[in-house]
């Protein structure tokens, strides 16, 4: 039995190591050459390492793309789940620590995430690239969105109440690309950008003068 439980964990970490090795060298690759690998063969056989090897986690040098922009979003929102007293921010605060966070984890990747973010085609809502990133930033917003419309924080309108994840998408590329612009220290200048795009995003979403004039008309009519 001991040694089944040791061939076991001999192979959970081969496979881990041998994704973290296909990971590693994918990423430099695209650092020193600028462009995907001419074919998973050249490529596995650079590493040492059997095709069947790669195509035991991937399935194309996208789903490898994929992955390491899931793998950034995914830690970013495990830091941010570890951290207690993020339970009892707002949503509008805990977008803000959303954004901060993604950059700082970004920022050990910087070169390699610019590569990504500068090849995206104008315009594009969601590149291949994103596709995971973005299934795991809608369900974190989401679930602020819920908290948001609970507390009165933002006004859960008709029509266009469904639609204020896919806005927040949107906000989110702006983020990224504005980062990948920023020559500015310490990236100052993207600090700023963020709050005031989220700032701008929840004063819309929020109470406006316009929804006390409808509330009151509906109030009147209500009442007639």
Excluded: C
């Excluded at 679930?143 to 006004?155: D, G, P």
């Excluded at 920023?182 to 316009?210: Q, R």
């Amino acid at each position: 039995m001991g040694k089944q439980t040791q061939a076991k964990t001999s192979t959970t970490k081969s496979k881990v190591d041998h994704l973290t090795k296909i990971l590693d060298a994918y990423k430099l690759h695209i650092l020193e050459h600028g462009a995907e690998p001419a074919s998973v063969y050249k490529f596995t056989k650079d590493l040492k390492l059997k095709e069947t090897v790669f195509y035991n986690h991937f399935n194309s040098f996208q789903a490898v793309r994929q992955f390491i922009w899931k793998s950034f979003i995914t830690e970013t929102i495990a830091a941010l789940h570890a951290e207690e007293a993020f339970i009892e921010y707002s949503a509008r605060e805990k977008l803000l620590a959303f954004y901060f966070t993604l950059i700082e984890v970004l920022k050990d990747n910087r070169s390699y995430a610019i590569l990504d973010l500068q090849h995206m085609k104008k315009p594009e809502i969601t590149p291949a690239f994103l596709k995971e990133f973005k299934k795991h930033f809608v369900q974190f917003v989401d679930e602020i969105l819920l908290q948001a419309k609970e507390t009165e924080e933002v006004v859960d309108r008709p029509v266009i109440g469904n639609k204020y994840g896919e806005g927040l998408w949107i906000q989110a590329l702006f983020v990224l690309q504005f980062w990948t612009k920023d020559e500015s220290i310490g990236f100052e200048k993207t600090d700023a950008a963020i709050e005031k795009a989220v700032n701008v995003s929840f004063d819309l979403m929020g109470k406006s003068p316009i929804d006390s004039v409808l509330d009151f008309a509906k109030f009147l009519y209500q009442n007639k």
